[in-house]
Protein backbone atom coordinates (compact mmCIF):
# COMPACT_ATOMS: atom_id res chain seq x y z
CA UNK A 1 0.00 0.00 0.00
CA UNK A 2 1.29 3.28 -0.70
CA UNK A 3 0.79 6.64 1.08
CA UNK A 4 -3.02 6.98 0.47
CA UNK A 5 -3.64 3.39 2.01
CA UNK A 6 -4.53 2.25 -1.80
CA UNK A 7 -3.60 -0.48 -3.47
CA UNK A 8 -3.45 -1.54 -7.03
CA UNK A 9 -5.75 -5.00 -7.53
CA UNK A 10 -5.69 -7.60 -10.29
CA UNK A 11 -7.65 -6.69 -13.20
CA UNK A 12 -10.30 -9.28 -13.39
CA UNK A 13 -10.31 -10.67 -17.18
CA UNK A 14 -13.55 -12.01 -18.51
CA UNK A 15 -13.12 -15.18 -21.08
CA UNK A 16 -16.06 -15.60 -23.58
CA UNK A 17 -17.28 -16.43 -26.67
CA UNK A 18 -19.56 -19.48 -28.62
CA UNK A 19 -19.10 -22.75 -27.67
CA UNK A 20 -16.72 -24.78 -27.83
CA UNK A 21 -14.52 -22.17 -29.21
CA UNK A 22 -11.46 -22.59 -27.09
CA UNK A 23 -12.14 -20.98 -24.14
CA UNK A 24 -11.21 -23.45 -21.65
CA UNK A 25 -8.31 -24.96 -22.83
CA UNK A 26 -6.65 -21.10 -23.73
CA UNK A 27 -6.83 -21.07 -20.13
CA UNK A 28 -5.76 -24.65 -19.73
CA UNK A 29 -2.84 -22.83 -21.91
CA UNK A 30 -2.20 -20.30 -19.33
CA UNK A 31 -2.08 -22.05 -16.42
CA UNK A 32 -0.63 -25.21 -17.39
CA UNK A 33 -3.31 -27.25 -15.92
CA UNK A 34 -6.00 -29.58 -17.71
CA UNK A 35 -9.05 -28.46 -16.74
CA UNK A 36 -10.86 -29.74 -19.42
CA UNK A 37 -9.44 -33.57 -19.23
CA UNK A 38 -11.90 -33.34 -15.75
CA UNK A 39 -14.64 -31.58 -17.34
CA UNK A 40 -17.68 -33.74 -18.47
CA UNK A 41 -17.97 -33.84 -22.37
CA UNK A 42 -15.51 -30.58 -22.22
CA UNK A 43 -18.19 -28.67 -21.67
CA UNK A 44 -17.70 -25.63 -18.60
CA UNK A 45 -20.58 -26.50 -16.50
CA UNK A 46 -19.70 -23.87 -13.58
CA UNK A 47 -18.17 -20.67 -13.50
CA UNK A 48 -14.19 -20.55 -12.15
CA UNK A 49 -11.90 -17.76 -11.34
CA UNK A 50 -7.93 -18.64 -11.91
CA UNK A 51 -5.81 -16.11 -10.22
CA UNK A 52 -2.11 -15.70 -12.66
CA UNK A 53 0.59 -13.64 -11.04
CA UNK A 54 2.83 -11.48 -13.12
CA UNK A 55 5.37 -14.24 -12.37
CA UNK A 56 3.56 -16.43 -14.29
CA UNK A 57 2.46 -13.87 -17.21
CA UNK A 58 5.85 -12.91 -17.93
CA UNK A 59 7.23 -16.76 -17.85
CA UNK A 60 4.78 -17.44 -20.22
CA UNK A 61 5.08 -14.29 -22.51
CA UNK A 62 8.89 -14.84 -22.20
CA UNK A 63 10.84 -11.95 -24.17
CA UNK A 64 7.50 -10.16 -24.57
CA UNK A 65 6.95 -8.83 -21.30
CA UNK A 66 9.37 -6.89 -18.88
CA UNK A 67 7.77 -7.56 -15.44
CA UNK A 68 9.48 -4.41 -14.29
CA UNK A 69 7.31 -2.03 -16.71
CA UNK A 70 4.18 -3.17 -14.59
CA UNK A 71 3.27 -2.38 -11.01
CA UNK A 72 -0.23 -4.27 -11.52
CA UNK A 73 -0.20 -7.95 -9.63
CA UNK A 74 -1.04 -9.92 -12.37
CA UNK A 75 -4.89 -11.16 -13.99
CA UNK A 76 -7.63 -12.63 -12.70
CA UNK A 77 -9.46 -15.24 -15.03
CA UNK A 78 -12.92 -15.52 -14.94
CA UNK A 79 -13.63 -18.97 -17.62
CA UNK A 80 -17.61 -18.59 -18.84
CA UNK A 81 -19.74 -21.30 -19.62
CA UNK A 82 -21.23 -20.58 -23.65
CA UNK A 83 -22.19 -17.23 -23.20
CA UNK A 84 -24.40 -16.47 -20.84
CA UNK A 85 -22.84 -16.54 -17.94
CA UNK A 86 -20.63 -13.32 -18.62
CA UNK A 87 -23.74 -10.97 -17.69
CA UNK A 88 -24.39 -12.40 -14.14
CA UNK A 89 -20.54 -11.44 -13.86
CA UNK A 90 -21.75 -8.24 -14.65
CA UNK A 91 -22.22 -5.64 -11.98
CA UNK A 92 -23.75 -2.53 -11.69
CA UNK A 93 -21.30 -0.78 -9.12
CA UNK A 94 -18.40 -3.02 -9.22
CA UNK A 95 -17.96 -3.25 -12.89
CA UNK A 96 -17.02 -7.19 -12.57
CA UNK A 97 -15.21 -7.59 -15.83
CA UNK A 98 -12.59 -5.20 -15.99
CA UNK A 99 -11.88 -6.32 -19.25
CA UNK A 100 -12.62 -9.08 -21.65
CA UNK A 101 -11.05 -11.80 -24.34
CA UNK A 102 -13.43 -12.31 -26.68
CA UNK A 103 -12.42 -16.62 -28.36
CA UNK A 104 -13.73 -16.73 -31.27
CA UNK A 105 -12.13 -20.32 -33.41
CA UNK A 106 -10.92 -19.09 -36.80
CA UNK A 107 -13.13 -21.89 -38.91
CA UNK A 108 -16.01 -21.17 -37.67
CA UNK A 109 -15.87 -17.19 -37.21
CA UNK A 110 -18.69 -15.34 -35.85
CA UNK A 111 -21.44 -17.54 -34.05
CA UNK A 112 -24.69 -16.69 -32.22
CA UNK A 113 -23.22 -16.48 -28.73
CA UNK A 114 -20.00 -14.65 -30.34
CA UNK A 115 -22.45 -11.72 -31.36
CA UNK A 116 -24.51 -11.93 -27.91
CA UNK A 117 -20.63 -11.51 -25.81
CA UNK A 118 -19.94 -8.38 -28.27
CA UNK A 119 -23.41 -6.98 -27.57
CA UNK A 120 -22.84 -7.65 -23.80
CA UNK A 121 -18.73 -6.38 -24.59
CA UNK A 122 -20.70 -3.32 -26.05
CA UNK A 123 -23.68 -2.54 -23.77
CA UNK A 124 -21.31 -2.62 -21.25
CA UNK A 125 -18.22 -1.19 -22.48
CA UNK A 126 -15.87 -3.43 -21.17
CA UNK A 127 -12.84 -3.20 -23.24
CA UNK A 128 -11.67 -6.37 -25.32
CA UNK A 129 -9.16 -7.90 -27.44
CA UNK A 130 -9.99 -10.96 -29.84
CA UNK A 131 -8.53 -14.49 -29.25
CA UNK A 132 -8.30 -15.67 -32.91
CA UNK A 133 -8.21 -19.33 -31.64
CA UNK A 134 -6.89 -22.29 -33.81
CA UNK A 135 -4.59 -21.06 -36.25
CA UNK A 136 -3.13 -24.25 -36.15
CA UNK A 137 -5.83 -25.69 -37.61
CA UNK A 138 -5.20 -24.44 -40.95
CA UNK A 139 -4.29 -26.18 -43.97
CA UNK A 140 -0.64 -27.25 -44.20
CA UNK A 141 0.07 -25.10 -40.49
CA UNK A 142 3.41 -25.94 -39.14
CA UNK A 143 2.97 -25.63 -35.81
CA UNK A 144 5.66 -23.85 -33.51
CA UNK A 145 5.05 -24.50 -29.69
CA UNK A 146 4.73 -21.59 -27.22
CA UNK A 147 6.08 -19.07 -29.81
CA UNK A 148 5.13 -15.21 -30.40
CA UNK A 149 2.64 -15.46 -33.09
CA UNK A 150 5.13 -13.39 -35.85
CA UNK A 151 7.41 -15.87 -35.12
CA UNK A 152 5.37 -18.72 -35.79
CA UNK A 153 3.48 -17.15 -39.02
CA UNK A 154 7.17 -16.52 -40.47
CA UNK A 155 7.60 -20.44 -40.34
CA UNK A 156 4.99 -21.02 -42.16
CA UNK A 157 4.53 -21.48 -46.18
CA UNK A 158 3.00 -18.93 -48.35
CA UNK A 159 -0.62 -20.98 -48.95
CA UNK A 160 -1.05 -21.71 -44.76
CA UNK A 161 -0.19 -17.49 -44.77
CA UNK A 162 -2.53 -16.23 -47.11
CA UNK A 163 -5.45 -18.87 -45.84
CA UNK A 164 -4.69 -17.60 -42.55
CA UNK A 165 -4.77 -13.98 -43.54
CA UNK A 166 -7.91 -14.59 -45.27
CA UNK A 167 -9.71 -16.07 -42.35
CA UNK A 168 -8.12 -13.35 -40.12
CA UNK A 169 -9.79 -10.59 -42.34
CA UNK A 170 -13.04 -12.37 -42.32
CA UNK A 171 -13.03 -11.66 -38.92
CA UNK A 172 -11.67 -8.54 -38.83
CA UNK A 173 -14.74 -7.75 -41.55
CA UNK A 174 -17.64 -9.71 -39.00
CA UNK A 175 -16.31 -7.20 -36.30
CA UNK A 176 -16.61 -3.60 -38.19
CA UNK A 177 -20.23 -5.22 -39.21
CA UNK A 178 -20.87 -5.03 -35.40
CA UNK A 179 -19.46 -1.50 -35.69
CA UNK A 180 -15.84 -1.83 -34.00
CA UNK A 181 -12.87 -0.95 -35.95
CA UNK A 182 -10.55 -4.22 -35.43
CA UNK A 183 -6.94 -4.70 -37.06
CA UNK A 184 -4.24 -7.08 -35.70
CA UNK A 185 -2.95 -6.51 -32.31
CA UNK A 186 0.57 -5.50 -33.51
CA UNK A 187 -1.30 -2.31 -35.98
CA UNK A 188 -3.71 -1.21 -33.28
CA UNK A 189 -1.97 1.95 -31.67
CA UNK A 190 -4.74 3.27 -30.10
CA UNK A 191 -6.65 0.48 -28.07
CA UNK A 192 -9.39 2.65 -27.14
CA UNK A 193 -10.60 3.20 -30.40
CA UNK A 194 -9.71 -0.08 -32.13
CA UNK A 195 -10.16 -3.64 -31.51
CA UNK A 196 -6.64 -6.17 -31.22
CA UNK A 197 -7.11 -9.29 -32.64
CA UNK A 198 -4.47 -11.99 -31.87
CA UNK A 199 -3.65 -15.08 -33.66
CA UNK A 200 -3.56 -17.90 -31.09
CA UNK A 201 -3.64 -21.47 -30.82
CA UNK A 202 -4.75 -23.03 -27.31
CA UNK A 203 -3.43 -26.24 -28.76
CA UNK A 204 0.28 -25.57 -29.85
CA UNK A 205 0.39 -22.41 -27.63
CA UNK A 206 1.33 -20.31 -30.78
CA UNK A 207 0.41 -16.41 -29.78
CA UNK A 208 -0.57 -17.41 -26.01
CA UNK A 209 2.64 -15.38 -25.57
CA UNK A 210 1.13 -12.25 -27.34
CA UNK A 211 -2.03 -12.50 -25.89
CA UNK A 212 -0.98 -11.92 -22.49
CA UNK A 213 1.27 -9.31 -23.01
CA UNK A 214 -1.62 -7.38 -24.92
CA UNK A 215 -3.89 -7.74 -21.47
CA UNK A 216 -1.04 -6.95 -19.69
CA UNK A 217 -0.52 -4.04 -21.65
CA UNK A 218 -4.07 -3.09 -21.74
CA UNK A 219 -4.43 -3.30 -18.32
CA UNK A 220 -1.53 -1.04 -17.50
CA UNK A 221 -2.70 1.33 -19.83
CA UNK A 222 -5.96 1.93 -19.00
CA UNK A 223 -6.98 0.21 -15.83
CA UNK A 224 -4.38 1.08 -13.58
CA UNK A 225 -6.35 4.30 -12.06
CA UNK A 226 -9.54 1.93 -11.48
CA UNK A 227 -7.31 -1.01 -10.06
CA UNK A 228 -6.22 1.41 -6.77
CA UNK A 229 -8.35 -0.04 -4.09
CA UNK A 230 -8.48 0.93 -0.10
CA UNK A 231 -7.86 -3.43 0.64
CA UNK A 232 -8.14 -2.32 4.13
CA UNK A 233 -12.05 -1.45 3.29
CA UNK A 234 -14.97 -3.60 3.81
CA UNK A 235 -14.82 -6.09 0.72
CA UNK A 236 -17.63 -6.10 -1.89
CA UNK A 237 -17.66 -8.94 -4.45
CA UNK A 238 -20.83 -10.52 -7.08
CA UNK A 239 -22.43 -14.05 -6.39
CA UNK A 240 -21.10 -16.12 -9.33
CA UNK A 241 -23.18 -19.55 -8.00
CA UNK A 242 -24.62 -20.91 -4.81
CA UNK A 243 -24.49 -24.14 -3.85
CA UNK A 244 -23.71 -27.17 -1.52
CA UNK A 245 -20.16 -27.31 0.10
CA UNK A 246 -19.48 -30.78 1.50
CA UNK A 247 -19.15 -30.36 5.42
CA UNK A 248 -20.14 -26.56 5.23
CA UNK A 249 -23.45 -26.96 3.75
CA UNK A 250 -24.67 -24.19 0.91
CA UNK A 251 -22.16 -21.70 -0.47
CA UNK A 252 -21.88 -18.57 -2.62
CA UNK A 253 -19.00 -18.61 -5.18
CA UNK A 254 -17.79 -14.86 -5.06
CA UNK A 255 -15.83 -12.76 -7.16
CA UNK A 256 -14.65 -10.17 -4.60
CA UNK A 257 -13.56 -6.69 -6.19
CA UNK A 258 -12.81 -4.48 -3.48
CA UNK A 259 -12.10 -4.52 0.30
CA UNK A 260 -11.36 -7.62 2.38
CA UNK A 261 -13.62 -10.23 3.69
CA UNK A 262 -12.03 -11.76 7.07
CA UNK A 263 -13.69 -15.26 8.92
CA UNK A 264 -15.24 -12.59 11.67
CA UNK A 265 -16.92 -10.75 8.95
CA UNK A 266 -21.06 -10.19 8.87
CA UNK A 267 -22.01 -10.07 5.39
CA UNK A 268 -24.79 -8.67 3.35
CA UNK A 269 -26.14 -10.86 0.17
CA UNK A 270 -28.56 -10.06 -2.31
CA UNK A 271 -31.09 -13.22 -2.79
CA UNK A 272 -34.27 -13.69 -4.14
CA UNK A 273 -35.90 -12.64 -0.90
CA UNK A 274 -35.46 -9.49 1.11
CA UNK A 275 -30.89 -9.62 1.42
CA UNK A 276 -29.41 -12.07 3.73
CA UNK A 277 -27.63 -10.58 6.70
CA UNK A 278 -25.46 -13.49 8.00
CA UNK A 279 -21.91 -14.42 9.83
CA UNK A 280 -19.11 -16.36 7.76
CA UNK A 281 -18.46 -19.95 8.73
CA UNK A 282 -15.56 -20.02 6.47
CA UNK A 283 -13.91 -18.94 3.55
CA UNK A 284 -12.34 -20.72 1.30
CA UNK A 285 -9.95 -20.45 -1.62
CA UNK A 286 -8.11 -22.53 -3.84
CA UNK A 287 -4.23 -22.28 -4.22
CA UNK A 288 -2.93 -19.64 -6.86
CA UNK A 289 -2.87 -21.37 -10.25
CA UNK A 290 -5.45 -24.23 -9.08
CA UNK A 291 -8.65 -24.15 -10.67
CA UNK A 292 -11.74 -23.27 -8.10
CA UNK A 293 -13.92 -25.36 -10.30
CA UNK A 294 -11.58 -28.47 -9.54
CA UNK A 295 -9.90 -27.74 -6.78
CA UNK A 296 -11.44 -30.16 -4.71
CA UNK A 297 -9.33 -29.62 -1.35
CA UNK A 298 -10.20 -26.37 -0.71
CA UNK A 299 -7.71 -24.01 1.96
CA UNK A 300 -9.71 -22.19 4.98
CA UNK A 301 -8.30 -19.02 5.32
CA UNK A 302 -8.83 -16.17 7.88
CA UNK A 303 -8.99 -13.48 4.67
CA UNK A 304 -9.03 -12.58 1.63
CA UNK A 305 -8.56 -9.74 -0.51
CA UNK A 306 -9.41 -8.69 -3.94
CA UNK A 307 -9.76 -9.42 -6.54
CA UNK A 308 -9.82 -13.03 -6.25
CA UNK A 309 -12.18 -15.99 -6.68
CA UNK A 310 -13.82 -17.80 -3.19
CA UNK A 311 -16.19 -19.50 -1.77
CA UNK A 312 -17.91 -18.35 1.53
CA UNK A 313 -19.92 -20.91 3.77
CA UNK A 314 -22.31 -18.73 5.90
CA UNK A 315 -25.84 -20.01 7.51
CA UNK A 316 -29.29 -18.78 5.57
CA UNK A 317 -27.08 -19.04 2.00
CA UNK A 318 -30.09 -20.97 0.26
CA UNK A 319 -31.74 -18.24 -0.90
CA UNK A 320 -28.75 -16.01 -2.50
CA UNK A 321 -28.88 -15.37 -6.11
CA UNK A 322 -26.24 -15.62 -8.69
CA UNK A 323 -25.32 -12.57 -9.95
CA UNK A 324 -26.20 -10.58 -6.70
CA UNK A 325 -24.23 -8.30 -4.78
CA UNK A 326 -21.64 -9.27 -1.52
CA UNK A 327 -20.81 -7.03 0.84
CA UNK A 328 -18.88 -7.16 4.04
CA UNK A 329 -20.97 -4.89 6.96
CA UNK A 330 -17.67 -3.55 8.67
CA UNK A 331 -18.39 -1.17 11.06
CA UNK A 332 -21.41 0.64 9.09
CA UNK A 333 -24.71 0.20 9.99
CA UNK A 334 -26.77 -2.40 8.91
CA UNK A 335 -29.52 -1.01 7.72
CA UNK A 336 -27.31 1.29 5.28
CA UNK A 337 -25.74 -1.83 3.75
CA UNK A 338 -29.04 -3.83 3.05
CA UNK A 339 -29.99 -0.82 1.45
CA UNK A 340 -27.03 -0.08 -0.61
CA UNK A 341 -27.94 -4.20 -1.87
CA UNK A 342 -31.03 -3.39 -2.51
CA UNK A 343 -30.65 -0.67 -4.27
CA UNK A 344 -27.99 -2.73 -6.38
CA UNK A 345 -30.36 -5.18 -6.74
CA UNK A 346 -33.53 -3.23 -7.67
CA UNK A 347 -30.92 -1.76 -10.34
CA UNK A 348 -30.28 -4.93 -11.85
CA UNK A 349 -34.12 -6.06 -12.10
CA UNK A 350 -36.22 -6.10 -15.02
CA UNK A 351 -38.96 -3.41 -15.56
CA UNK A 352 -42.24 -4.83 -16.50
CA UNK A 353 -45.58 -3.86 -18.04
CA UNK A 354 -49.15 -4.56 -17.44
CA UNK A 355 -49.31 -6.73 -20.42
CA UNK A 356 -47.06 -9.00 -21.54
CA UNK A 357 -45.12 -12.69 -21.66
CA UNK A 358 -43.35 -14.49 -18.73
CA UNK A 359 -40.30 -14.35 -18.61
CA UNK A 360 -37.75 -17.18 -15.93
CA UNK A 361 -33.69 -17.30 -16.16
CA UNK A 362 -31.02 -18.94 -14.08
CA UNK A 363 -29.44 -15.64 -12.72
CA UNK A 364 -30.04 -12.35 -12.60
CA UNK A 365 -27.66 -11.01 -15.49
CA UNK A 366 -29.39 -13.71 -17.67
CA UNK A 367 -32.57 -12.03 -16.48
CA UNK A 368 -31.61 -8.48 -17.80
CA UNK A 369 -29.84 -9.74 -20.95
CA UNK A 370 -32.88 -11.34 -21.77
CA UNK A 371 -35.16 -8.43 -20.99
CA UNK A 372 -32.99 -6.44 -23.18
CA UNK A 373 -33.54 -8.51 -26.13
CA UNK A 374 -36.97 -8.49 -25.93
CA UNK A 375 -37.24 -5.32 -25.24
CA UNK A 376 -35.61 -4.54 -28.31
CA UNK A 377 -37.76 -6.66 -30.03
CA UNK A 378 -40.42 -4.90 -28.74
CA UNK A 379 -42.00 -8.01 -27.17
CA UNK A 380 -43.19 -6.88 -23.68
CA UNK A 381 -42.83 -8.23 -20.45
CA UNK A 382 -45.11 -8.75 -17.27
CA UNK A 383 -43.20 -10.58 -15.26
CA UNK A 384 -39.50 -11.49 -14.82
CA UNK A 385 -38.20 -13.67 -12.23
CA UNK A 386 -34.79 -15.58 -11.82
CA UNK A 387 -35.77 -19.82 -11.12
CA UNK A 388 -37.63 -22.49 -12.51
CA UNK A 389 -40.51 -22.54 -14.35
CA UNK A 390 -43.48 -22.81 -11.46
CA UNK A 391 -47.07 -23.62 -11.89
CA UNK A 392 -47.89 -20.02 -10.98
CA UNK A 393 -45.36 -18.57 -13.80
CA UNK A 394 -47.97 -20.56 -15.98
CA UNK A 395 -51.18 -18.89 -14.23
CA UNK A 396 -49.81 -15.98 -15.27
CA UNK A 397 -49.25 -16.17 -18.26
CA UNK A 398 -53.08 -18.04 -18.46
CA UNK A 399 -54.86 -15.12 -17.31
CA UNK A 400 -53.19 -12.80 -20.05
CA UNK A 401 -55.30 -10.54 -21.75
CA UNK A 402 -54.06 -11.21 -25.20
CA UNK A 403 -53.86 -14.75 -26.72
CA UNK A 404 -49.74 -14.15 -27.91
CA UNK A 405 -48.94 -13.11 -24.21
CA UNK A 406 -49.93 -16.73 -22.89
CA UNK A 407 -46.46 -18.04 -23.15
CA UNK A 408 -43.41 -18.22 -21.06
CA UNK A 409 -39.91 -17.85 -21.92
CA UNK A 410 -37.59 -20.28 -19.48
CA UNK A 411 -33.92 -19.41 -20.18
CA UNK A 412 -31.59 -22.00 -19.08
CA UNK A 413 -33.71 -22.93 -16.30
CA UNK A 414 -35.88 -26.04 -15.57
CA UNK A 415 -39.64 -26.67 -16.10
CA UNK A 416 -41.06 -28.01 -13.18
CA UNK A 417 -43.36 -31.34 -13.88
CA UNK A 418 -46.72 -29.87 -12.66
CA UNK A 419 -46.12 -26.15 -14.50
CA UNK A 420 -45.77 -28.52 -17.48
CA UNK A 421 -49.39 -30.40 -17.08
CA UNK A 422 -50.41 -27.03 -15.67
CA UNK A 423 -49.28 -25.58 -19.62
CA UNK A 424 -51.21 -28.16 -21.20
CA UNK A 425 -54.37 -27.93 -19.79
CA UNK A 426 -54.16 -24.39 -19.92
CA UNK A 427 -52.40 -23.77 -23.44
CA UNK A 428 -49.78 -21.79 -22.44
CA UNK A 429 -47.21 -21.84 -24.47
CA UNK A 430 -43.72 -22.67 -22.89
CA UNK A 431 -39.90 -21.62 -25.29
CA UNK A 432 -36.85 -23.34 -23.69
CA UNK A 433 -33.28 -22.21 -24.86
CA UNK A 434 -30.17 -21.43 -23.56
CA UNK A 435 -29.74 -19.15 -26.53
CA UNK A 436 -31.68 -15.87 -26.12
CA UNK A 437 -31.68 -14.59 -29.57
CA UNK A 438 -33.37 -18.14 -30.04
CA UNK A 439 -35.87 -17.42 -27.65
CA UNK A 440 -36.59 -13.94 -29.17
CA UNK A 441 -36.93 -15.81 -33.00
CA UNK A 442 -38.87 -18.77 -31.76
CA UNK A 443 -41.42 -16.42 -30.20
CA UNK A 444 -41.44 -14.29 -32.84
CA UNK A 445 -41.77 -17.22 -35.61
CA UNK A 446 -45.09 -18.19 -33.32
CA UNK A 447 -46.29 -15.06 -33.14
CA UNK A 448 -46.09 -14.80 -37.41
CA UNK A 449 -47.72 -18.39 -37.83
CA UNK A 450 -50.98 -17.70 -35.80
CA UNK A 451 -51.15 -14.08 -37.54
CA UNK A 452 -50.91 -16.11 -41.20
P1 LIG B 1 -17.65 -24.17 -23.72
O1 LIG B 1 -17.09 -24.11 -22.35
O2 LIG B 1 -18.50 -25.36 -23.93
O3 LIG B 1 -18.34 -22.90 -24.14
O4 LIG B 1 -16.39 -24.39 -24.75
P2 LIG B 1 -14.95 -23.72 -24.71
O5 LIG B 1 -14.98 -22.45 -25.46
O6 LIG B 1 -14.42 -23.66 -23.33
O7 LIG B 1 -14.10 -24.74 -25.59
P3 LIG B 1 -13.04 -25.83 -25.10
O8 LIG B 1 -11.84 -25.17 -24.53
O9 LIG B 1 -13.74 -26.82 -24.26
O10 LIG B 1 -12.59 -26.45 -26.50
C1 LIG B 1 -13.51 -27.08 -27.36
C2 LIG B 1 -12.77 -28.04 -28.27
O11 LIG B 1 -11.90 -27.32 -29.14
C3 LIG B 1 -11.91 -29.05 -27.52
O12 LIG B 1 -12.01 -30.29 -28.19
C4 LIG B 1 -10.50 -28.49 -27.67
O13 LIG B 1 -9.52 -29.48 -27.65
C5 LIG B 1 -10.58 -27.82 -29.05
N1 LIG B 1 -9.64 -26.69 -29.15
C6 LIG B 1 -9.59 -25.61 -28.36
N2 LIG B 1 -8.62 -24.78 -28.75
C7 LIG B 1 -8.04 -25.33 -29.82
C8 LIG B 1 -6.97 -24.94 -30.69
O14 LIG B 1 -6.35 -23.88 -30.56
N3 LIG B 1 -6.68 -25.79 -31.71
C9 LIG B 1 -7.32 -26.95 -31.93
N4 LIG B 1 -6.95 -27.70 -32.95
N5 LIG B 1 -8.33 -27.36 -31.13
C10 LIG B 1 -8.70 -26.56 -30.09
MG1 LIG C 1 -15.31 -24.07 -21.54
Not at 172 to 177: E, F, H, K, N, T
Not at 258 to 279: H, N
Not at 288 to 297: D, G, H
Not at 390 to 401: E, F, I, L, Y
Amino acid sequence: ADATGETLRTPIVAVLGHVDHGKTSLLDRIRGSTVIEGEAGAITQHIGATAVPLETVSEIAGSLVDPTDFDLPGLLFIDTPGHHSFSTLRSRGGALADIAILVIDVNDGFQPQTIEAIDILQRTETPFVVAANKVDTTPGWNPQENTPIQQSYDAQSDRARSTLDERLYDLIGDLSDHDFSADMYWRVQNFANNVGVVPVSAETGEGVPDLLTVLMGLSQRYLKDAMAIDVDGPGAGTVLEVKEQKGFGTAIDVVLYDGTVTADDTIVVGGTGDPIVTDVRALLQPRPLAEIRTEKRFEEVDSVTAAAGLKIAAPDLDDAMAGAPVRVLGNREREDVVTEVEAELAALGVTTEEQGVVVKADTLGSLEALADAFGEAEIPIVRAEVGDVAPRDVTVASTADEERHETVIAFSVDVLDDAADRADTEGVRIFESDVIYRLVEEYEEFIEERER
